[in-house]
Every structure is written in structure tokens, then in C-alpha cells.
């Protein structure tokens, strides 16, 4: 039974627990337990869906207007088509309203459970983008989308041949085939995205400057990924993944470099060590220390010592 749990603010929320739940609202009867493939156009008018996720999912959307889903704190609009992916413990979608849609996608779903004893049960946390939100998706060309299209239905005519000891096997490889064409157009979008890539490192960095000339770290401490990404409007995942395509760094690693410079030239003005630490929003001196000496490759005294003498 598709089960509905309810939220404080009272909106109804599908518990995707297993394929079967959302596919079942589709209208769709699945022949296995463990994955679902939806080809919206032969399901349409559908209802919308505000889900939340006890399952991987991908989304493949056709040019609907005019349907704003949700996503986490996000919104997006489907105005042209795109690969949304969401993973176990997310929430997605547009709470049901009564009214019914025509939609002209695709869906794959799957249980983590599929994956169990197969190298992809691990590796598929590798997958960063599982973490992204909604308007950061995959936006693919006209052959990109007919290689996906083309894994979908792979595997829903795999779904029609009776159970034997292979399939979950030949399944899980077409869906790992599926998520490295998903990684290889990933790349290629934020390559092809380099002057839109640039924009986010420049607003990163001022954002960075912004917040030590505000001293915000004397209330706030260091800044993490997540502060940063919340005020650029952008989930962690993407926001590192955007840094190490424009500058070879995680978006992490990079907040440290510009910090133990700010330090470095502190420690240059005359400021110890403990000064430094507290006026950069460091809770302890022995933290600021060792991620100095693992950013810079020495000590604070040693490079205070090594600075004296050139």
C-alpha cells in the first residue's frame, strides 16, 4: 500500500520505501521488486508527487512548461529537458494538488538493495552528483538524451525477460553503464560552462573576502562548504565540484589555502600563533596549527623562523 506520512506543516508526502510506491501512483505494475521503469508518455496525465526518497532515482524530463517542482529548499521549472538524480533520504517533486499532468519522460528507480555483493554498492557514493539540487541538473544534447533513453529501455526490456540468476546482475551493469554516461556528461557541462563556472569561483572568493573583512568568523568561526554554499545558492556537493573543475581544489581545501594565507600574513605582522588562531575564528590554537602545518607544509613558529632569516 502506497503509504502517506504527513509533515508539520500538513502538506502529503509519498514514502518511497520500495520502486513500487511511486510506480503504483503512476499507474504503472511493476514485474520486479527491487527497480521500476516509467515511460511517462504511455502513463500520462499522471498526478504530481511531492516524494520522499528510501531509493535512488533518475528523472529524465521532456519539455513540459509550466510545472515548478521542488527540491529540498529549491525550485525548478522542466522547461527543457534534464536528468534530475536523487538518492536515498532526499525529497523531491510537487505535492499533489488534485490535478493530473501529461508529462513525456522517463524514470528509473531502483532499491539499494540491487546493489548489494556488486562493486557498485560502494562505488556508487562516488557519484557526487546524487548530492546536487534540482537547478543544478543535467542539461544534455539531443544524442545525450537518446543514449539515456536508450539505457531506460535497455533495462525495462531486460525487466520483461522471466527472473533468472543473471538479471539483477545484467540490470546493475546497465545501470552503472547509465551513471558513468551521466558522470561523462556531468564533466562535459562544466567544461562547456566555463564562463558561468568562473562567475561562481569570483563570488566565492568574494564571498570569502567579505566575511573576514566583517569579522564574521569572531561570532561564526572559519567558514565551511555549507555556509558558503547556502549564501551562493548552491548545494555543498556541486559547489566543490564547480572549485575542482576551475581551480584543481575542493572547495574545502580552497577555504583553508585562502584562510592560511590570511594567517600567514598575520603571523608576518607580528601576531603569535594563539592570536592568529582566535582572530581567524579558530576554537583552539593546536586546530589552527596542525591544519596550517597540513596546508603549508610547516609550523607557524618554523615559518615565522624561516621568514626571519631570508
Not at 517542482?69 to 533520504?89: H, Q, R
Amino acid at each position: 500500500m502506497i503509504t502517506l506520512i504527513r509533515r508539520l506543516n500538513m502538506s502529503k508526502i509519498l514514502k518511497v520505501s520500495k520502486p513500487s510506491d511511486y510506480s503504483s501512483l503512476m499507474g504503472q505494475t511493476d514485474t520486479h521488486e527491487l527497480i521500476s521503469v516509467i515511460n511517462y508518455s504511455e502513463l500520462s496525465p499522471v498526478p504530481h508527487s511531492l516524494n520522499h526518497y528510501e531509493v535512488y532515482g533518475l528523472f529524465l524530463q521532456g519539455n513540459e512548461e509550466g510545472i515548478d517542482l521542488t527540491y529540498g529548499t529549491g525550485k525548478y521549472d522542466y522547461s527543457d529537458g534534464t536528468l534530475i538524480c536523487v538518492a536515498p533520504g532526499q525529497t523531491g517533486g510537487k505535492e499533489d494538488n488534485g490535478a493530473l499532468v501529461n508529462l513525456s519522460g522517463w524514470a528509473l528507480l531502483f532499491h539499494p538493495d540491487i546493489l548489494q555483493g556488486t562493486g557498485l554498492e560502494k562505488e556508487i557514493k562516488n557519484f557526487s552528483f546524487f548530492d546536487y539540487r534540482i537547478n543544478e541538473a543535467l542539461h544534455m544534447s539531443e544524442e545525450e538524451r537518446d543514449i539515456i533513453i536508450g539505457l531506460f529501455r535497455q533495462i525495462r526490456n531486460e525487466l520483461r525477460f522471466p527472473a533468472d540468476v543473471m538479471q539483477n546482475r545484467i540490470i546493475v551493469g546497465f545501470i552503472n553503464l547509465l551513471l558513468r554516461y551521466a558522470q561523462r556528461f556531468y564533466n562535459r557541462q562544466f567544461v562547456s560552462r566555463t564562463i558561468v563556472n568562473n562567475d561562481i569561483l569570483t563570488r566565492f572568493e568574494k564571498l570569502l573576502k567579505d566575511y573576514f573583512e566583517k569579522e564574521k568568523q569572531l561570532k561564526n568561526g572559519v567558514p565551511t562548504v555549507q555556509y558558503c554554499s547556502e549564501q551562493l545558492n548552491m548545494s555543498p556537493t556541486y559547489l566543490s565540484d564547480v572549485i575542482k573543475k576551475a581551480t584543481g581544489d575542493t572547495a574545502n581545501h580552497h577555504i583553508k589555502q585562502y584562510v592560511m594565507q590570511l594567517a600567514k600574513n598575520r603571523l608576518v605582522s607580528g601576531m603569535n600563533s594563539s592570536e592568529v588562531a582566535y582572530s581567524l575564528g579558530f576554537e583552539y590554537p593546536q586546530h589552527f596549527s596542525r591544519t596550517f602545518k597540513k596546508i603549508t607544509g610547516e609550523t607557524p613558529s618554523g615559518y615565522c623562523e624561516r621568514r626571519t632569516k631570508e
